[in-house]
């Protein structure tokens, strides 16, 4: 939502001609994505439990979905900031090195995924960390880019400005419409399936969906 909606806003400026504009705006936007992370963060870990069993998992399942979602929740900022920066990249014209960190992160967790389950026998909590440790590549480059950028977007000082962060929202909410609606019908698939069939009925629609 903040990523799609506070991109348009700093195109605009850009484009205005308001480059001190742009850039202000565009660091306050990596500011309140990070700080969306960290809450997300610190409700998640507060409020593990309930949250796992209102998604429905049953009291086999629990012990899993609490090591991945406790181990996934510690990168979550990460994760707000990948799709930040991953958006403003294209806005700072290199769309091509935004989308080659995206791809480098997708083969880290690949690569992660084998190293911490097959080698490291971490079993759930090693699938987490193999997609938790992709997240930080952009995240880590990111900040790298704009803090020495010459061009168009850079870190600068920044002012407070609800209304930028309301309309980057509101600009961006169809896009939070639609991954909200991708999460729903997972939901309601897990929970179907649950019913169905147990926890073979999820692990099968976990591997559909994925593929």
């Known amino acids: 939502m903040t990523a799609t909606g506070g991109n348009a806003i700093v195109s605009r400026k850009m484009g205005a001609g308001e480059s001190q504009e742009a850039k202000e705006d565009f660091t306050l936007l990596i500011i309140t994505g990070a700080a969306i992370g960290f809450l997300i963060l610190l409700c998640g870990t507060i409020w593990i439990d309930p949250i796992i069993y209102a ?27 990948q799709t930040l920066f991953s958006n403003l990249f294209v806005t700072a014209g290199k769309p091509g090195f935004g989308f080659g960190l995206s791809v480098l992160a997708g083969v880290a967790n690949i690569i992660l995924d084998y190293i911490f389950i097959a ?36 870190f600068t000082k920044p002012e ?29 698939f897990n929970n179907t399936m649950m019913d169905l069939l147990g926890e073979d009925g999820v692990a099968a629609i976990t591997i559909i969906i994925y593929a």
């Open 119 to 154: 080698l490291c026998n971490l079993d759930i909590q090693g699938a987490a960390l193999g997609t938790g440790f992709g997240y930080p590549f952009p995240t880590v480059v990111g900040p790298i880019y704009f803090a020495r950028s010459k061009g168009t977007l850079s």
């Open 55 to 81: 998604l429905g998992a049953s009291d086999l399942l629990f012990p899993y979905c609490k090591g991945y979602l406790m181990t996934l929740l510690l990168f979550v900022p990460a994760n707000v900031l």
């Open 160 to 188: 407070l400005k609800w209304a930028v962060i309301k309309e980057s929202c509101f600009n961006g909410s169809s896009e939070m419409v639609g991954q909200l609606a991708t999460a729903i019908t997972t939901f309601l």
